[in-house]
């Protein structure tokens, strides 16, 4: 095994480290949300806005990391979000107060995003070649789940050895971010500085080029692509409540079924990647997936509700959880196959993330009230939405082939 190979895949390991732990902070409301909740007496609503304030500053800050991960070194971007965000947890950790907390939360939208998504994808594409792309995204999206999953275990174990609650989610907080902080220490030793491109544009050049890319027809499929892969993305996570609420399945064994999830998403991820490459096509993959996700989630609305189908449900999880990373694992790898050059990847990765995750703001308030509304038929409401994003992503990815095909120049 030779030095450039170690070299190339323990960065690549430090990616995907970072890539999944350092958003287990802004998110870390989810696993220990009753337990914050009473350590700072907050209502729910109060607890959404925490969830809000992140959410509008993260879509913003997409936008503006585009940017900033073309003008300046990868290397001291992600280290620079690492040591803030790890610093942020460690203040959330002491459950200040509400207000503070929302300030936090609203910092976090700038730490985990303007300084570090464009950042950490640009800095993966520089890994490898054209044709390593596929495997390389790939590998991140797996590694990603696994090592996220080893976390969660150790923060819930650490949270376990204290009686008072408020005190085991604090523990566990603060463990989380040290991990956040020592990532960043690892990013400023191992990640390869990209110097020679610093400086390389004025910032108003870089922010034009913002602009001249949305003018850029192919640009905005691979932003289609984004918002419809992620639209099911969300939405499969709604399943283990309606395994709960329909088909009997325990409250305990829905929860283990989210430590499930991201193992899944090491296989979905890896899979996806290496097939990606040997097909010599992302593009093939992302159809492919598709396709199993539409079939997948029409299973639900004409399985009828009965509690012997409990196990029937559950694999048809596994079954999309397995399809969704795979596709999730390839929509940034595409853009290679687009002729997005590198150093344009981070303005336009900026500009899909920034659109493409946009369904955050809207989506779940959606089918909640669908949900709500129309109990099971809301369900299927909302799987009949995932079935039409799919087939959607599905289209604009043809489209996106084609014009491909027509012209292959990067832009």
């Given amino acids: 095994m030779n030095k450039a190979f170690i070299k190339k895949y323990g960065t690549l390991l430090l990616l995907a480290a970072g890539a999944g732990i350092i958003f287990q902070l802004p998110y870390i409301r989810e696993t220990f949300y009753v337990p914050i909740q009473n350590a700072m007496d907050l209502s729910n609503a109060q607890m959404g806005l925490l969830s809000s304030g992140y959410a509008a500053m993260a879509t913003l800050s997409y936008f503006v990391g585009g940017a900033i991960a073309d003008k300046f070194s990868a290397r001291k971007l992600l280290t620079f979000s690492f040591l803030v965000t790890g610093v942020l947890g460690l203040w959330f950790s002491t459950f200040p107060g509400f207000t503070i907390s929302r300030i936090i939360f609203v910092l976090m939208g700038i730490s985990t995003i303007i300084t570090y998504w464009s950042a950490c994808i640009k800095a993966t ?28 275990f150790g923060m819930t174990a650490v949270f376990s050895m204290f009686t008072n609650e408020v005190a085991g989610a604090s523990a566990a907080i603060k463990l989380c971010s040290i991990v956040v902080i020592i990532i960043g220490i690892l990013n400023f030793i191992f990640i390869e500085d990209t110097a020679k491109e610093e400086n390389a544009e004025p910032v108003t050049e870089i922010v034009k080029g913002m602009f001249k890319a949305l ?197």
């Fill in 215 to 411: 003018l850029i027809p192919r640009v905005w499929l691979l932003v289609a692509i984004v918002f419809t892969a992620y639209s099911v993305y969300g939405l499969i996570g709604y399943v283990n409540t309606y395994a709960v609420m329909f088909y009997g399945l325990s409250a305990a064994s829905a929860a283990t079924l989210g430590g499930v999830r991201y193992l899944l998403q090491g296989l979905g991820g890896v899979v996806g990647g290496f097939l990606a490459d040997r097909l010599k096509s992302r593009i093939k993959v992302i159809i492919g997936g598709c396709v199993g996700l539409a079939a997948s989630f029409a299973l639900y609305i004409v399985m009828p509700s009965q509690a012997s189908l409990c196990v029937a449900v559950v694999a048809n999880f596994f079954v999309g959880l397995f399809f969704i990373y795979a596709v999730r694992s390839q929509y940034f790898a595409v853009h290679d196959d687009a002729g997005i050059p590198v150093n344009m990847s981070g303005r336009v990765s900026g500009i899909a993330s920034a659109i493409g995750f946009m369904p955050d703001l809207f989506m779940y308030t959606l089918v909640g009230g669908w949900m709500d509304s129309y109990g099971r038929t809301g369900y299927n409401m909302t799987w009949a939405y995932a079935i039409v994003a799919a087939i959607l992503c599905i289209i604009v990815t043809l489209i996106l082939s084609k014009v491909i095909k027509k012209d292959k120049v990067s832009i």
């Fill in 125 to 152: 594409r520089m890994l490898g070649t054209a044709e390593e792309q596929g495997r390389l995204f790939g590998l991140q999206e797996g590694l990603r789940g696994i090592l996220n999953a080893v976390l969660v």
